[in-house]
C-alpha cells in the first residue's frame, strides 16, 4: 500500500504546475488562480445549478424527479469518457517515466493503479465544482436529507470513476490483444475515431429530433421514458443509482441505491486492477512512440528539395507542421474551432418543429426584438471564447516544453517569434469564426456591411485574446510534460485566459447592452465603439506582451 | 574568441551555481571545460548562448557582448545543447532547412553542407524520416548538423560526444580541431579526461561555479607532478 502511495505522490507532482521564481509572479499568478476560482467557476457551478434547478422543477410538475440531474450526470460521465480515453492511454501506456519503473520491483496491478489514480485526479479536479453546483441545484428544487447530503458530497467526488475505469480496461484490452495499437500514433488515430463516433451519434440522435413533438418528448422524458437515457442507464449504471442515492423518496432507498452505487464502481475499478495485474505488462512490451517509416529516400532528391524563406515563414512552418502533426494539438487546438458550426446544428437541430430560429431570422431582416443587437453579442462572445478555448495563444510558450532553450539561442527577436506564435493562434481562430460569420450572415441577410464590421469586430477579439494568453503562459509556462496532451490539460494558463477572456467579455457585452438600452444608442454605434474600444485593448495588450512577455522569456532558467 | 568576465548566476536566490568566473578561450583553442556534476557547466554555457540570463559579469562572443549585442553575438556561434530530443515531429531535412533559414544560410551553401556532414554522420537515408523514429545517437548526430550548418565562428558544445558512435565522435573531433587552426573558437564541455587530454589546447575545470584551474594540462601536469590525470581532478575538485 505504501508502494502505491508514493507512486501516487510522485506522479501527481509531476502533474502539478508548481510556482513562478519571483515572488511578484507569485502574488499574481495565486491572485489570478483566486479570480479565476471565485469569478469563473463559481459562476459555472451556480449556472449548472441553476439548470438543473429549472429542469428538475419544470419536470416535477408533470411527475418527475430525477431526470433532471440524471442528465446534466449523464452528460458529464459522457464527457469524462471522452476526455479520458486519451489521458488513460496517455498515462499508462506512453508516459516516460515508464521506462523508469518497469525494473523496479513494483506489482503491475500497483503501477496500473496508482497511475490510474494520478490520471483520475489530475482530470477531475475541475468538475468537483460543476458536479457541486448540479447538486445543489437539484436539492434546492426538491429539498433534502442529511443522508442525501452526504451521499452527494461522496458522488461529487467518485462520479467519474466508472467512466474512467472504462477508459483503463479499454485500453489495457487494446494494448494487450493488439499489436497495431503499439505506438502513440496508431493510438491517437483509435481515440479520434471513437470520438467522431461519439460526435456523430449525437448529431444523428438530434437529427431525429427534428420530426418530434417537444411537448410531448418532454412529457416522456419527465416520466423516464426516453430510449436514450434507457440507453446510457445500461452503460453508465452509476448514474442513475447515485440520482436515487440522493432523491429525498425513502432513506432506505437512497441507502440500496447508494450502496449499490459503490458496489457498481468497484466492481469496475477491480476489474481494471485485476486486468492490470495480468496484462498490463503485456500491453507494454513493444511499445514503440512513432512507428519507423521504411520510406528512405536519395539524399539527393531529399537535399534538392530544400527551398529557402525568410526566417519569418521558416518559423511559422514550423510551428504549422508541429501543430498539425501533433495529435493533442490537433485535436485541442485545431480542429476544436469546427465545434461552433457543429454547435450551430445542433441547434437548428434542437428546435424541432418550433422553428424558432427562422422567427430570429424574420426579425433580424425587420431589425425588431433587439435582434441586431443579440448578434453583436454573439459574435464578439464566440471570437472571444474560441479564441480562449483552441489555447493556441495560451499554451504558445508551454508547447515548447523543455526546448524552450531553442527560442532563446537563435538569433530571432523574442517579438518577432511571439508575433508568429501570435499569428497561427489569430489566423486559425479567425478562419473558423468567419466561416461561422459568413453562414450566419448569408442566413440573416445582414448585408456586406454588417458583416464586414462582425468578421472587424471578432478579428480585434481574437487578437485581444490571442497576445493575453500567450502574457499570460510568459508568465509561469508549464515547460515539463510528458506528453503533449499534458502540455494542454495541465497548464493552468490556459484556465487563466479562459476566465480573463470571460471576465472581459462579460464586461465588454455589459457595457453593450446598458448602453443600448439605457441610452437607446444604435448597434451600428454600439458595433463601432466596441470595434474602437478592442482595437485599443488590443495596443494595450501588444504593448504589455512586447514589454513583458519578452522579459519573462528572457528572466526563465531553462 | 570567447571571453568570460566575472559571470555570476544563482537560482532562487539561494544557490550560486556560478560565482564570479573568468576565462578566456582565444581563436585557433580548444578549450575543454571540465567539472564534477553540478559544477556551473551546463549553467555557464547556456549564459553564453543567451538561454540564462546573466546576473553579473558579461561574455564576449567575438567582441559581441551577449548582454547588449545578443543578436550578433548569437548569429556566430554554434551551440550543441545536452538534450538532442527537439522537434521531434519535423522530418531531419525539415529540421536542418528550418536551422539554415534561422541562420540566413544560401540555398547552394546549405546543400552542400548538409550533405557534407550527412555523409560524415551516417545520416543521408534518414533525412525524410520523422527525427521521432531516430535512435538518441542519431538525435545527437542531427543536432550537431544543426549547430554547425551555418558554419559559426564560435562553437559552444555541451557534451557534444554523449551518444555519438565511435565513427561519429572521431568525425567530430577532426571537424572540432580543423575548426580550431582556422583560427576559431572550440569551448566543450565533457567529463572523459582523455578526450580532454587528447584535444584541448587548454582546460578550464570549475568546482562549485568558481575556476580551480585554467591552463595548458601540460602546466597542470607539471603543477601536480607524480599523479594521474584523474588524481589530479579528484583533488582539484574535492
Request: glycine fraction near 6%.
Amino acid at each position: 500500500m505504501s508502494t502505491y502511495k508514493n507512486l501516487v505522490k510522485v506522479f501527481i507532482t509531476a502533474l502539478s504546475m508548481g510556482n513562478p521564481d519571483k515572488k511578484k509572479k507569485r502574488i499574481f499568478y495565486k491572485l489570478a488562480g483566486f479570480i479565476i476560482v471565485s469569478i469563473v467557476m463559481i459562476p459555472c457551478a451556480v449556472l449548472v445549478g441553476a439548470i438543473v434547478y429549472g429542469i428538475t422543477s419544470a419536470l416535477r410538475q408533470l411527475g418527475g424527479n430525477i431526470e433532471g440531474i440524471s442528465l446534466i450526470l449523464y452528460l458529464i460521465t459522457i464527457f469524462s469518457v471522452i476526455f479520458g480515453i486519451n489521458v488513460i492511454f496517455s498515462v499508462l501506456y506512453f508516459s516516460s517515466d515508464t521506462e523508469y519503473l518497469l525494473p523496479l520491483p513494483i506489482k503491475p496491478s500497483v503501477l496500473s493503479a496508482a497511475k490510474f489514480t494520478a490520471a483520475f485526479l489530475g482530470e477531475n479536479i475541475m468538475q468537483v465544482v460543476i458536479v457541486l453546483g448540479a447538486f445543489i441545484g437539484y436539492f434546492l428544487a426538491m429539498g433534502f436529507s442529511v443522508t442525501n447530503c452526504i451521499f452527494a458530497i461522496a458522488g461529487v467526488f467518485t462520479l467519474p470513476l466508472l467512466p474512467m475505469a472504462y477508459c483503463g480496461i479499454i485500453s489495457i484490452l487494446v494494448m494487450s490483444f493488439s499489436s497495431i495499437f503499439k505506438n502513440k500514433k496508431a493510438v491517437n488515430k483509435l481515440t479520434t475515431v471513437l470520438l467522431l463516433a461519439v460526435i456523430v451519434m449525437i448529431i444523428v440522435g438530434l437529427s431525429s429530433l427534428r420530426n418530434v413533438e417537444l411537448d410531448e418528448y418532454i412529457l416522456n422524458f419527465a416520466k423516464g421514458n426516453n430510449s436514450l437515457s434507457n440507453i446510457l442507464n445500461i452503460i453508465f449504471p452509476t448514474v442513475l443509482l447515485l440520482a436515487n442515492s440522493i432523491s429525498n423518496v425513502s432513506i432506505t432507498s437512497s441507502i440500496i441505491s447508494f450502496v449499490l452505487y459503490l458496489l457498481v464502481n468497484i466492481i469496475a475499478v477491480s476489474i481494471f486492477i485485476i486486468l492490470g495485474h495480468f496484462l498490463y505488462l503485456k500491453g507494454l512490451v513493444g511499445i514503440n512512440v512513432q512507428k519507423t517509416s521504411n520510406n528512405k529516400k536519395d539524399i539527393n532528391k531529399v537535399i534538392n528539395s530544400s527551398k529557402v524563406r525568410t526566417q519569418k515563414l521558416s518559423y511559422f512552418r514550423k510551428e504549422i507542421t508541429i501543430l498539425f502533426k501533433t495529435q493533442a494539438f490537433l485535436m485541442n487546438c485545431i480542429l476544436i474551432n469546427i465545434i461552433w458550426p457543429v454547435f450551430l446544428y445542433i441547434i437548428v437541430m434542437l428546435q424541432g418543429k418550433t422553428n424558432f430560429l427562422e422567427g430570429f431570422i424574420n426579425s433580424y431582416k425587420n431589425n425588431t426584438n433587439n435582434t441586431h443587437l443579440w448578434v453583436l453579442i454573439g459574435v464578439v462572445l464566440i471570437a472571444l471564447l474560441v479564441t480562449a478555448l483552441n489555447s493556441l495563444g495560451s499554451s504558445a510558450i508551454t508547447r515548447e516544453g523543455k526546448n524552450i532553450f531553442f527560442m532563446k539561442y537563435i538569433p530571432v527577436p523574442y517579438m518577432t517569434q511571439i508575433n508568429v506564435k501570435a499569428f497561427i493562434s489569430i489566423m486559425i481562430s479567425f478562419i473558423g469564426v468567419f466561416i461561422y460569420i459568413v453562414i450566419s450572415s448569408i442566413y440573416l441577410d445582414a448585408g456586406i456591411l454588417n458583416t464586414l464590421l462582425y468578421c472587424l469586430v471578432s478579428l480585434c477579439a481574437i487578437i485581444f485574446v490571442t497576445y493575453l494568453g500567450i502574457y499570460l503562459d510568459s508568465v509561469n509556462p508549464k515547460l515539463t510534460w510528458d506528453d503533449e496532451l499534458s502540455a494542454l490539460r495541465e497548464n493552468y494558463n490556459i484556465f487563466f485566459n479562459m476566465g480573463f477572456s470571460m471576465i472581459f467579455t462579460l464586461a465588454l457585452c455589459g457595457a453593450i447592452c446598458l448602453l443600448y438600452f439605457l441610452c437607446n444608442i444604435p448597434v451600428i454605434a454600439l458595433s463601432i465603439s466596441s470595434l474602437i474600444i478592442l482595437m485599443i485593448c488590443d495596443i494595450i495588450v501588444y504593448n504589455i506582451t512586447k514589454v513583458k512577455a519578452v522579459k519573462n522569456i528572457i528572466e526563465l532558467n531553462c | 574568441m570567447i571571453k568570460v568576465e566575472n559571470i555570476s548566476k544563482s537560482f532562487n536566490n539561494k544557490v550560486k551555481a556560478v560565482d564570479n568566473l573568468s576565462f578566456t578561450v582565444n581563436d585557433g583553442e580548444i578549450v575543454g571545460f571540465i567539472g564534477p556534476n553540478g559544477a556551473g557547466k551546463t549553467t555557464t554555457m547556456k549564459m553564453m548562448t543567451g538561454i540564462l540570463p546573466i546576473e553579473n559579469g558579461d561574455i564576449f562572443l567575438n567582441d559581441y557582448s551577449i548582454k547588449t549585442d545578443t543578436l550578433k553575438a548569437k548569429e556566430i556561434l554554434g551551440y550543441i545543447a545536452d538534450s538532442p530530443d527537439m522537434f521531434l515531429r519535423l522530418k531531419g531535412i525539415d529540421f536542418l532547412n528550418f536551422i539554415a533559414d534561422i541562420y540566413k544560410i544560401s540555398l547552394d551553401e546549405r546543400k552542400e553542407r548538409i550533405k557534407e556532414f550527412a555523409g560524415k554522420f551516417d545520416l543521408e537515408k534518414e533525412l525524410s524520416q520523422t527525427m521521432q523514429s531516430y535512435s538518441h545517437g542519431m538525435r545527437q548526430k542531427m543536432m550537431v548538423i544543426a549547430a554547425l550548418v551555418h558554419n559559426p565562428a564560435v562553437w559552444i558544445l555541451d557534451e557534444p560526444l554523449i551518444g555519438l558512435d565511435p565513427k561519429s565522435a572521431y568525425e567530430l573531433k577532426s571537424m572540432m580541431r580543423n575548426h580550431a587552426d582556422k583560427g576559431n573558437s572550440v569551448l566543450f564541455s565533457t567529463h572523459i579526461l582523455e578526450v580532454a587530454e587528447k584535444l584541448c589546447d587548454k582546460v578550464v575545470i570549475i568546482n562549485k561555479g568558481r575556476s580551480v584551474f585554467m591552463g595548458t594540462l601540460d602546466d597542470l601536469k607539471l603543477k601536480y607532478q607524480n599523479k594521474t590525470l584523474e588524481e589530479i581532478f579528484l583533488t582539484l575538485t574535492n
